[in-house]
């Protein structure tokens, strides 16, 4: 089955320096790779996805991934973080042979001023 | 607003009973998608359904049970409910439920308590 891993719990970064949340991805087949962020009492909202094509795919609010197929992962990257980017990020996978998403732990974000 | 709703969004109920939580996908959406969110074991995939029928299972417990109606609506119902069954329940959905690129949008969540 597939399963996603987020090495890092936390991750703190100053406000204007760039961020890197990371993720690693197993799969039996072709990857489908998904970003989420949930903000406090809310629930997920979609950020982008890497179905295939270009290995850097742009999504919402400056953020975009980089699919990395030798290195299995699919690290989510904004050049200049807000504090309004504090949030947890999820990474999601499904592979072409099954339909259920899989979620990793979650990465908690802060961005301090 | 990503056009899932869920109901109710706070419920409060005690061990040994059940509740039923409700899910209308987005318009259009033909796959709709249980999951449940706790502190100790994060982000979990309960079920999945498209047009009525269920189309994938995950880690959902015997006591859990789900449908998906024909306007498309879906309930879980919780039964025998226990104090670790507290946690936030989400319902999503998606336009297919056999193309697997496609992506999935997130209720605001129904938050569980069991006391």
């Known amino acids: 089955a597939q399963s996603v891993a987020q090495p890092e719990d936390q991750v703190n970064v100053a406000e204007g320096n760039p961020l890197t949340v990371k993720c690693t991805y197993s799969?039996?087949?072709?990857?489908?790779l998904f970003w989420y962020v949930q903000y406090p009492n809310r629930g997920l909202q979609f950020l982008l996805k890497?179905?295939?094509?270009?290995?850097l795919v742009k999504g919402s609010y400056g953020f975009e991934a980089e699919f990395n197929k030798s290195q299995t992962s699919f690290h989510l990257k904004k050049p200049s973080a807000l504090v309004s980017d504090s949030a947890l990020y999820f990474c999601?996978?499904?592979?072409?042979?099954?339909?259920?998403?899989?979620f990793g732990a979650g990465t908690r974000l802060t961005v301090k001023p | 607003d990503s056009g899932v709703t869920q109901t109710p969004k706070h419920l409060i109920t005690a061990t040994g009973q059940r509740v039923t939580l409700r899910c209308s996908p987005r318009?259009?959406?033909?796959?709709v998608y249980w999951y449940q969110q706790s502190l100790d074991q994060g982000l979990q995939f309960l079920i999945q359904?498209?047009?009525?029928?269920?189309?994938a299972k995950g880690n959902i417990l015997e006591r859990f049970s789900a449908q998906q109606f024909p306007d498309l609506h879906s309930e879980l119902n919780l039964s025998s409910l226990e104090l670790g069954d507290s946690a936030l329940y989400f319902c999503?959905?998606?336009?297919?439920?056999?193309?697997?690129?496609?992506?999935?949008?997130f209720g605001e969540g129904s938050w569980l308590t069991v006391v």
């Open positions: 799969v039996s087949g072709n990857p489908y």
């Open positions: 359904y498209y047009n009525g029928e269920e189309r």
């Open positions: 318009s259009g959406d033909l796959s």
């Open positions: 890497y179905i295939t094509g270009d290995n």
């Open positions: 999503a959905s998606s336009v297919s439920g056999s193309q697997t690129g496609n992506t999935i949008y």
């Open positions: 999601a996978v499904r592979d072409e042979y099954n339909n259920d998403m899989r």
